[in-house]
């Protein structure tokens, strides 16, 4: 990609070329002098969204109280997950909404290593967000019977190569679990191709779609997946701490046994038999009674993402991670700043990572600035990596343009050294 220039006019101009620009009045934005380049780790409020929740609090819960379930209440992680199927290229009865993403995976993961009963191996890879190698992690440890963890390196910190997956996946391997956007660097894993070897080798796949869902396009079913797991907080706007979900393809589901068996994901719960009798659909790989404040909260935003509708969202996104690329490597470079994502858009999510030895202090400054700065919200991944997350839905490049000369700005007079480097709880 190429652009003319780095003056703040070419921003303004590509804003105004933007045929998503005005998604951005959907979201609640109290602040203009807030830069918010974090929507991959908390999306923003979706204006419908309050509205939305109040009257899921007076007119169902107030008015309706136990009549609820049967009012539509029941069947929201089924109904949700069919919207999200949408996002991801799986069908309708191959999504729910429910849990965490971290109990989502130790769900999916056990229940892949037991049906795969033989093969020793877990494979995922150095790049991989640490509350997935902590589930495979205790998962081995719980299962024993020789089961083992294995993670494909990375040369570079940024991706890791398929000849390296190639080497890694083996005739032993039950399971590939990986992040299809990793979390840190933002590199985008081939899935088709990563499915096509592990296929061939007779292991299942399990991706994370954390950072994937709702900006990045995914074909589960076009790419042959077994599993699938994501978050709706970050690029879903679903509110912090929404409910996950999870995807089963559509022969596995009556196969799999799942370890946990609630009455959710019985054939019948309400018949309120003895003995467990699993469902042999998606509601299978449902726990316990659902969170239905916390669903309803994803409803306005679900429509919104489809209003959107992916491909326009990738084109948008791929644009301003290359502009922010671009502006980094007029500024910042000669700052001592170097790239921690891939560059070429194809390999790259929508979050970019820009290392520097005081990204920390830096990032303090950004966010923590006096008026008339404008204040940045980035993130910041130890040791050196300051995260810019773009949210294709309402960042314009006019944001990145402010955000990253600001940053050139805190890099050039050196104040980010009055901050101190001791870290926060969360970064
Ligand atoms: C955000 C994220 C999670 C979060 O898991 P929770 O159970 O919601 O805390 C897990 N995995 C990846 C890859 C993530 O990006």
Redesign the pocket.
Known sequence: MHFSSPDFALAQQLDVEDELAGFAEQFSNPDPDLLYLDGNSLGRLPKATPAHLQQALTREWGARLIRGWNDGWLDLPQRLGAQIAALIGAQPDEVLVCD????N?FKLAAAALRYQNGRPKLLSDDL??P??LYIFQGLVDLLGGGRRLELAQTSDGIEVSQTELARSIDAETALVSL?LVA?KSGFLYDMKAVNLLAQSAGALTLW?L??AAGAVPVDLNGSRADLAVG?T??YINGGP?AP?FLYVRKDLQAQLNLPLWGWFAAQAPFAFGLDFEPAGDIRRFQVGTPPVLALRALEPALEILQAAGIPRLRRKSVLLTEYVIYLADQWLAPLGFTLGSPRAAERRGSHVALRHPHGYQMCRALIEAAPPAPRVIPDFRAPDTIRLGIAPLYNHFSEIHRALSRLRQVAETGEYAAYPAVRQGVT
Do not use: I, P, Q, W
């Not at 965490?100 to 109990?103: F, H, N």
């Open positions: 965490s993403t971290s109990v995976l991989n967000f509350s997935d992040s979390f994370d954390s950072h978050c907080y970050k701490g996950a």
